[in-house]
Structure formats: structure tokens, C-alpha cells
Antibody
């Protein structure tokens, strides 16, 4: 079935980096875009960025420019989100979500990865 | 890019209809028709309910409908049911080739 399975929870210290993976299955990987969205505890959804899975196009929210990097490995159908210079405010659940090219519909979400930033 | 503006909460009795607004600008909601709506129950993953402004994915009840006027999009839930109690978020593509979510609305079924 269509799904994305994300890597497990992480605990990081301020200033460190975290790399979350999102492995896709059940569909043609390169026909989609992969969005990244985060949700801080008790807060709303926040869009972080997108990567085109058939090419190297990426787009990031201005808030995360210079701190976030999205990459993909087509051989394993896996997308990676790396966030650097972590601070306590980055504590959140991070989701990957599939988007069919240009539809604006995030129709399949990973289970989420909790990243906790604490000294 | 500022978050789209949604009411913090909306409530209704079973069977009633409610509407959630999502106000943006001419650079996002008003610029094209790529507004989507997501339902999120506590502790669960978001689920797309409406995309491209008014289209329903397969499996989503026809009690959910979307529309847009100018810089404001709306989600209407008709025949409100207990299972509709959840948080709802709008999301829009922007002229900067990015996306932006709304502030979120908690729907309570009285």
C-alpha cells in the first residue's frame, strides 16, 4: 500500500543537526513531490520545504533557508530532511507528505518523527 | 510568509452546518486555486479533505465542501457529526513557489 515510513525519534543538543529519513513504498517514487511539515507541541502545522523526487528541485520556507536541506535517494526511494543549528524551538514532530506534482494535495503522510532539542 | 488566518474555534450541534474561513493575500489564496484543507484528530496524522479549492479525494464524505472568494477560502461541513470534531488547517500554494498553512481551527460538536 501507499506509505511513507519515517525514522525514529531523536534527542539532540542545541547547536547540533538532525537528519530524518522518509522511505516511500507502494507508488512510483519519481512521479511525486515530497513535502516536509512540522508541528511543535500543541501548535499548528508549519510548512518547511519540498523536493521534486524526479529532479533536484527544492524550495524552502524563508524561515528555514540556510538551515534545512532536503535530499533524495531514488535507488532506495528515500527522502532525507536535515535541519542544522538546532534550538529548543525546533522541538516538534516532523512529517513527510507526498504531493502529486502540482496538485497541492498532500495525500499520504508519514507517521511523524519527534525531534526533541534539549541540553 | 505569514500564516493564513483562521478562526481559533468553531462549534455546532449535530446535523448543523458550519463554515471555517481561511484568509490570505493576493500572493497566496488569491493568486491561484491551490488551496487544500486538512483534518487532524488528536495524536493523529493530518488527512486531506479538500484540494484545489473544492475537490474531494476519494473516500472523503460529500458533507465536506470547499470554496473561495478573492483572498478567502472556506471549508463547509454539513450535517455535522461527532466524528468531525477535530482540528482543521487550510494550506495554500504561494506565488513564491512555497506553501503556507493556516493557523488552525478547532471544531467542537456540541
Amino acid at each position: 500500500q501507499v506509505q511513507q515510513v519515517q525514522s525514529g525519534a531523536e534527542v539532540k543538543k542545541p547547536g547540533a543537526s538532525v537528519k530524518v529519513s522518509c522511505k516511500a513504498s507502494g507508488y512510483t517514487f519519481t512521479s511525486y513531490y515530497m513535502q516536509w511539515v512540522r508541528q511543535a507541541p500543541g501548535q499548528g502545522l508549519e510548512w518547511m520545504g519540498v523536493i521534486n523526487l524526479s529532479a533536484t528541485y527544492t524550495s524552502y520556507a524563508q524561515k528555514f533557508q540556510g538551515r534545512v536541506t532536503l535530499t533524495r535517494d531514488t535507488s532506495t526511494s528515500t527522502v532525507y530532511m536535515e535541519l542544522s543549528s538546532l534550538r529548543s524551538e525546533d522541538t516538534a514532530v516532523y512529517y513527510c507528505a507526498r504531493e502529486y506534482s502540482g496538485s497541492g494535495s498532500f495525500d499520504s503522510w508519514g507517521q511523524g518523527t519527534l525531534v526533541t532539542v534539549s541540553s | 510568509q505569514s500564516a493564513l488566518t483562521q478562526p481559533a474555534s468553531v462549534s455546532g450541534s449535530p446535523g448543523q452546518s458550519i463554515t471555517i474561513s481561511c484568509t490570505g493575500t493576493s500572493s497566496d489564496v488569491g493568486s491561484q486555486n491551490l488551496v487544500s484543507w486538512y483534518q487532524q484528530h488528536p495524536g493523529k496524522v493530518p488527512k486531506v479533505m479538500i484540494y484545489e479549492g473544492s475537490k474531494r479525494p476519494s473516500g472523503v464524505s460529500n458533507r465536506f465542501s470547499g470554496s473561495k472568494s478573492g483572498d478567502t477560502a472556506s471549508l463547509t461541513i454539513s450535517g455535522l457529526q461527532a466524528e468531525d470534531e477535530a482540528d482543521y488547517y487550510c494550506c495554500s500554494y504561494t506565488s513564491s513557489r512555497t506553501y503556507v498553512f493556516g493557523t488552525g481551527t478547532k471544531v467542537t460538536v456540541l
